[in-house]
Protein backbone atom coordinates (compact mmCIF):
# COMPACT_ATOMS: atom_id res chain seq x y z
CA UNK A 1 0.00 0.00 0.00
CA UNK A 2 1.50 3.65 -0.86
CA UNK A 3 1.87 6.65 1.42
CA UNK A 4 2.84 10.03 1.26
CA UNK A 5 5.06 11.62 3.03
CA UNK A 6 4.59 15.49 3.44
CA UNK A 7 7.74 17.62 3.99
CA UNK A 8 7.29 21.26 4.77
CA UNK A 9 10.37 23.55 4.12
CA UNK A 10 10.63 27.04 5.17
CA UNK A 11 13.34 28.76 6.29
CA UNK A 12 14.99 32.50 5.35
CA UNK A 13 17.57 31.22 2.76
CA UNK A 14 17.17 27.95 0.31
CA UNK A 15 18.88 27.03 -2.23
CA UNK A 16 18.61 23.83 -4.40
CA UNK A 17 21.04 23.05 -7.29
CA UNK A 18 20.63 23.91 -11.03
CA UNK A 19 23.07 24.06 -13.53
CA UNK A 20 25.68 25.55 -11.11
CA UNK A 21 28.97 25.37 -12.88
CA UNK A 22 32.91 25.79 -11.54
CA UNK A 23 32.31 29.29 -9.37
CA UNK A 24 28.99 30.24 -9.96
CA UNK A 25 26.56 28.09 -7.87
CA UNK A 26 22.94 28.59 -8.74
CA UNK A 27 19.47 27.67 -7.57
CA UNK A 28 16.31 26.23 -9.01
CA UNK A 29 13.28 27.68 -7.89
CA UNK A 30 12.18 24.78 -6.59
CA UNK A 31 13.42 21.94 -4.52
CA UNK A 32 15.11 19.87 -6.57
CA UNK A 33 14.52 15.74 -6.32
CA UNK A 34 17.92 15.42 -5.92
CA UNK A 35 18.08 17.97 -3.28
CA UNK A 36 15.13 16.00 -1.17
CA UNK A 37 16.71 12.57 -1.33
CA UNK A 38 19.86 14.30 -0.19
CA UNK A 39 18.44 15.53 2.87
CA UNK A 40 16.51 12.00 3.50
CA UNK A 41 20.29 10.58 3.30
CA UNK A 42 21.45 12.80 5.80
CA UNK A 43 18.43 11.92 7.91
CA UNK A 44 19.35 8.09 7.54
CA UNK A 45 23.05 8.58 7.79
CA UNK A 46 23.77 7.28 4.27
CA UNK A 47 27.48 7.55 3.74
CA UNK A 48 28.77 9.24 0.13
CA UNK A 49 32.01 10.39 1.96
CA UNK A 50 34.41 7.21 0.74
CA UNK A 51 37.42 7.54 -1.52
CA UNK A 52 37.61 7.59 -4.84
CA UNK A 53 38.16 3.83 -6.58
CA UNK A 54 35.84 2.08 -3.52
CA UNK A 55 33.44 0.53 -5.69
CA UNK A 56 31.91 -1.40 -2.91
CA UNK A 57 30.97 1.74 -1.10
CA UNK A 58 29.82 3.09 -4.26
CA UNK A 59 27.34 0.00 -5.53
CA UNK A 60 26.04 -0.02 -1.76
CA UNK A 61 25.54 3.40 -1.93
CA UNK A 62 23.44 3.21 -5.19
CA UNK A 63 21.33 0.56 -3.57
CA UNK A 64 20.61 2.72 -0.36
CA UNK A 65 19.42 5.96 -2.48
CA UNK A 66 17.41 4.11 -5.14
CA UNK A 67 14.20 3.21 -3.29
CA UNK A 68 13.89 6.66 -1.97
CA UNK A 69 14.65 7.85 -5.77
CA UNK A 70 11.88 6.04 -6.98
CA UNK A 71 9.56 7.29 -5.06
CA UNK A 72 6.77 9.80 -6.97
CA UNK A 73 8.01 13.62 -6.70
CA UNK A 74 5.77 16.76 -6.31
CA UNK A 75 6.66 20.06 -5.03
CA UNK A 76 4.01 23.21 -4.23
CA UNK A 77 5.47 26.50 -3.44
CA UNK A 78 3.44 27.54 -0.59
CA UNK A 79 2.64 31.31 -1.22
CA UNK A 80 3.98 33.12 2.00
CA UNK A 81 1.17 36.26 3.10
CA UNK A 82 2.65 40.03 3.74
CA UNK A 83 2.57 40.76 7.29
CA UNK A 84 0.01 43.37 6.68
CA UNK A 85 -2.27 41.15 5.51
CA UNK A 86 -2.32 38.13 7.91
CA UNK A 87 -2.37 40.97 10.85
CA UNK A 88 -5.70 42.44 9.16
CA UNK A 89 -7.26 39.28 8.00
CA UNK A 90 -6.53 37.48 10.86
CA UNK A 91 -6.81 33.56 11.34
CA UNK A 92 -6.72 32.69 7.66
CA UNK A 93 -6.47 28.97 8.22
CA UNK A 94 -10.00 28.99 9.78
CA UNK A 95 -11.34 30.10 6.58
CA UNK A 96 -12.37 28.74 3.14
CA UNK A 97 -10.75 29.80 0.06
CA UNK A 98 -13.86 31.40 -0.61
CA UNK A 99 -14.08 33.41 2.32
CA UNK A 100 -10.35 34.49 2.45
CA UNK A 101 -11.28 35.87 -1.02
CA UNK A 102 -13.84 37.30 -0.04
CA UNK A 103 -11.74 38.95 3.10
CA UNK A 104 -9.29 40.20 0.21
CA UNK A 105 -11.35 41.73 -1.90
CA UNK A 106 -12.98 43.83 1.08
CA UNK A 107 -9.49 44.60 2.71
CA UNK A 108 -8.11 45.90 -0.77
CA UNK A 109 -11.33 47.84 -1.65
CA UNK A 110 -10.39 50.27 1.38
CA UNK A 111 -8.76 51.52 -1.46
CA UNK A 112 -8.89 51.98 -5.43
CA UNK A 113 -7.69 49.06 -6.62
CA UNK A 114 -9.50 47.47 -9.59
CA UNK A 115 -8.41 44.20 -11.05
CA UNK A 116 -9.77 40.67 -11.09
CA UNK A 117 -8.72 37.82 -8.24
CA UNK A 118 -5.67 36.92 -9.45
CA UNK A 119 -4.16 40.70 -9.02
CA UNK A 120 -5.48 40.42 -5.74
CA UNK A 121 -3.56 37.47 -4.51
CA UNK A 122 -0.30 38.80 -6.15
CA UNK A 123 -0.83 41.72 -3.93
CA UNK A 124 -1.61 39.53 -0.74
CA UNK A 125 1.64 37.76 -1.71
CA UNK A 126 5.43 38.58 -0.49
CA UNK A 127 7.20 37.86 -4.19
CA UNK A 128 9.93 35.26 -3.66
CA UNK A 129 13.23 37.00 -4.44
CA UNK A 130 16.90 35.31 -5.67
CA UNK A 131 19.55 37.00 -4.37
CA UNK A 132 23.50 36.37 -5.01
CA UNK A 133 26.41 36.48 -2.50
CA UNK A 134 29.59 36.77 -3.26
CA UNK A 135 32.18 34.37 -1.44
CA UNK A 136 35.74 34.50 -0.87
CA UNK A 137 37.48 30.89 0.41
CA UNK A 138 41.15 30.68 1.59
CA UNK A 139 43.32 27.68 2.51
CA UNK A 140 41.23 25.54 0.15
CA UNK A 141 42.23 21.81 -0.69
CA UNK A 142 43.18 21.04 -4.43
CA UNK A 143 42.60 18.25 -5.72
CA UNK A 144 46.04 16.63 -4.94
CA UNK A 145 45.13 16.90 -1.16
CA UNK A 146 47.07 19.93 -0.63
CA UNK A 147 45.97 22.92 1.06
CA UNK A 148 47.00 26.06 -0.63
CA UNK A 149 47.06 28.83 1.75
CA UNK A 150 48.17 31.63 -0.97
CA UNK A 151 45.61 31.38 -3.54
CA UNK A 152 42.11 32.61 -3.08
CA UNK A 153 38.98 31.15 -4.39
CA UNK A 154 35.99 33.28 -5.44
CA UNK A 155 32.33 32.08 -5.80
CA UNK A 156 28.73 33.68 -6.29
CA UNK A 157 26.28 31.58 -5.18
CA UNK A 158 22.49 32.05 -5.49
CA UNK A 159 19.61 31.60 -2.74
CA UNK A 160 16.48 32.33 -2.26
CA UNK A 161 14.86 34.48 -0.03
CA UNK A 162 11.04 34.35 1.52
CA UNK A 163 10.42 30.90 0.04
CA UNK A 164 8.42 28.18 1.05
CA UNK A 165 7.99 24.79 -0.18
CA UNK A 166 5.30 21.67 0.45
CA UNK A 167 7.09 18.46 -1.33
CA UNK A 168 5.30 14.83 -1.49
CA UNK A 169 6.64 11.94 -1.70
CA UNK A 170 4.62 8.72 -2.36
CA UNK A 171 5.69 5.18 -2.49
CA UNK A 172 5.52 2.07 -0.51
CA UNK A 173 4.41 2.31 3.21
CA UNK A 174 7.61 0.61 4.39
CA UNK A 175 9.60 3.05 2.51
CA UNK A 176 8.28 6.01 3.33
CA UNK A 177 8.07 4.50 7.00
CA UNK A 178 11.92 4.25 6.93
CA UNK A 179 12.21 8.22 5.62
CA UNK A 180 9.90 9.78 8.21
CA UNK A 181 11.10 8.04 11.32
CA UNK A 182 14.59 8.98 10.48
CA UNK A 183 12.86 12.86 9.95
CA UNK A 184 12.12 12.66 13.15
CA UNK A 185 14.89 11.54 14.49
CA UNK A 186 17.79 12.40 11.96
CA UNK A 187 21.37 11.09 12.40
CA UNK A 188 22.81 14.14 10.41
CA UNK A 189 21.61 17.47 10.14
CA UNK A 190 19.55 18.65 7.49
CA UNK A 191 19.26 21.69 5.47
CA UNK A 192 17.31 23.37 2.37
CA UNK A 193 19.75 22.81 -0.05
CA UNK A 194 22.81 24.02 1.41
CA UNK A 195 24.22 23.86 4.49
CA UNK A 196 24.50 27.44 5.29
CA UNK A 197 20.14 27.32 5.03
CA UNK A 198 18.82 25.61 8.14
CA UNK A 199 15.34 25.13 8.45
CA UNK A 200 12.99 27.70 10.20
CA UNK A 201 10.54 24.49 11.15
CA UNK A 202 9.92 21.19 11.45
CA UNK A 203 10.62 19.37 7.75
CA UNK A 204 8.50 16.45 8.31
CA UNK A 205 5.05 17.11 8.25
CA UNK A 206 3.49 13.76 8.46
CA UNK A 207 2.59 10.57 7.00
CA UNK A 208 -0.96 10.44 5.11
CA UNK A 209 -2.77 7.61 3.19
CA UNK A 210 -3.21 9.82 0.35
CA UNK A 211 -1.54 13.01 -1.63
CA UNK A 212 -4.68 15.29 -1.04
CA UNK A 213 -5.12 15.26 2.84
CA UNK A 214 -1.33 16.05 3.11
CA UNK A 215 -1.39 18.86 0.76
CA UNK A 216 -4.29 19.76 2.64
CA UNK A 217 -2.11 19.74 6.16
CA UNK A 218 0.77 21.80 4.48
CA UNK A 219 -1.47 24.57 3.71
CA UNK A 220 -3.00 24.70 6.98
CA UNK A 221 0.56 24.81 8.35
CA UNK A 222 1.72 27.66 5.90
CA UNK A 223 -1.54 29.40 7.87
CA UNK A 224 -3.32 29.51 4.11
CA UNK A 225 -6.76 28.10 3.58
CA UNK A 226 -6.85 24.02 3.23
CA UNK A 227 -9.20 23.83 0.10
CA UNK A 228 -6.24 26.49 -2.02
CA UNK A 229 -7.22 25.52 -5.33
CA UNK A 230 -4.97 23.74 -7.21
CA UNK A 231 -4.17 26.10 -10.44
CA UNK A 232 -3.31 28.52 -8.08
CA UNK A 233 -0.19 27.01 -6.77
CA UNK A 234 2.55 27.35 -8.76
CA UNK A 235 3.67 22.78 -8.84
CA UNK A 236 6.52 20.30 -10.40
CA UNK A 237 5.63 17.11 -10.87
CA UNK A 238 7.54 13.75 -11.87
CA UNK A 239 5.14 12.14 -14.85
CA UNK A 240 4.08 8.92 -15.28
CA UNK A 241 5.56 8.30 -18.43
CA UNK A 242 7.86 10.77 -20.82
CA UNK A 243 4.64 11.99 -23.12
CA UNK A 244 2.85 13.67 -20.80
CA UNK A 245 6.07 15.63 -18.96
CA UNK A 246 6.85 19.43 -20.02
CA UNK A 247 10.23 19.56 -19.11
CA UNK A 248 13.29 17.24 -18.20
CA UNK A 249 15.88 17.92 -15.92
CA UNK A 250 19.06 15.64 -14.92
CA UNK A 251 18.19 15.63 -10.96
CA UNK A 252 17.51 12.02 -9.90
CA UNK A 253 20.06 10.48 -7.56
CA UNK A 254 22.22 7.68 -8.31
CA UNK A 255 24.80 7.79 -6.65
CA UNK A 256 26.22 11.11 -4.74
CA UNK A 257 29.80 10.08 -4.34
CA UNK A 258 30.07 9.06 -8.14
CA UNK A 259 32.15 10.90 -11.10
CA UNK A 260 30.69 14.19 -12.48
CA UNK A 261 28.47 12.68 -15.03
CA UNK A 262 26.94 9.87 -13.11
CA UNK A 263 25.63 10.89 -10.25
CA UNK A 264 22.08 11.63 -11.69
CA UNK A 265 19.53 10.45 -14.01
CA UNK A 266 17.31 12.63 -16.10
CA UNK A 267 13.30 13.24 -14.89
CA UNK A 268 10.89 14.17 -16.86
CA UNK A 269 7.99 16.50 -15.00
CA UNK A 270 5.23 18.55 -15.27
CA UNK A 271 5.23 22.43 -14.74
CA UNK A 272 2.50 24.62 -13.27
CA UNK A 273 2.65 28.36 -12.80
CA UNK A 274 -0.59 29.70 -11.61
CA UNK A 275 -2.59 32.92 -13.41
CA UNK A 276 -0.80 31.43 -16.75
CA UNK A 277 2.11 33.58 -16.55
CA UNK A 278 6.09 33.10 -16.47
CA UNK A 279 6.36 34.61 -13.06
CA UNK A 280 3.53 33.74 -11.18
CA UNK A 281 3.60 34.91 -7.27
CA UNK A 282 6.40 36.82 -8.09
CA UNK A 283 8.48 34.14 -9.19
CA UNK A 284 11.47 34.65 -11.53
CA UNK A 285 11.69 32.47 -14.45
CA UNK A 286 14.35 29.89 -14.21
CA UNK A 287 16.91 31.68 -15.87
CA UNK A 288 16.98 35.00 -15.11
Known sequence: M???LALYLDGPLQSWGFESRFQRRGTGLFPTKSGIIGLLAAAMGIDSRYLPGDQAALAAERVALKPFAELQFTAYMLPRLRPAVMRRLRNVPALSFAEFLDALRLDI??????????????????????LEDYHTVIGTRRASGDVDFDATVE?????????????????????????????ENPQW?????????LPAAPVF????????????????????????????????????????????IADKPIAFGAAVGHRHAPRRITVRQPFNTSSGYGLQSEKD
Open 155 to 183: SRRAYLQDARFGVLLTGPDDIIGQASSAL
Open 109 to 130: RQSPHPGDEDEFLRDAVLPVER
Open 205 to 248: AGVFHDPKAALESLLQRAGLPKDWPLDKLARRADTENWESGQDT
Open 2 to 4: NKT
Open 189 to 197: GIWLGRKSC
